[in-house]
């Protein structure tokens, strides 16, 4: 029984050496590089979208509808 209540102490021990080594590890991506990384994703995101939008705003749909303008309006 005595034996089974050493390995069960030493068992608990390395647990709670392990957690500890965890919690006091610096190694881990924190949470403000997280919220970084997530707001870039979204400005250039946003940026992307609004540049095309611009794009088929003033350069692409109107001559888009000018060709469909044509093509139906055929007198021949």
Avoid: C, H, W
């Amino acid at each position: 029984m005595k034996e089974f209540a050493v390995k069960v102490r030493n068992q608990m021990i390395g647990k709670m050496l392990k957690v500890q080594s965890v919690l006091s590890s610096r190694e881990a991506e924190g949470f403000v590089d997280t919220a970084i990384k997530i707001l870039m994703a979204v400005v250039i995101g946003a940026l992307i979208l609004a540049g095309l939008y611009a794009l088929f705003g003033k350069t692409i749909l109107p001559t888009l509808t000018q060709r469909i303008k044509d093509m139906f309006n055929y007198a021949g």
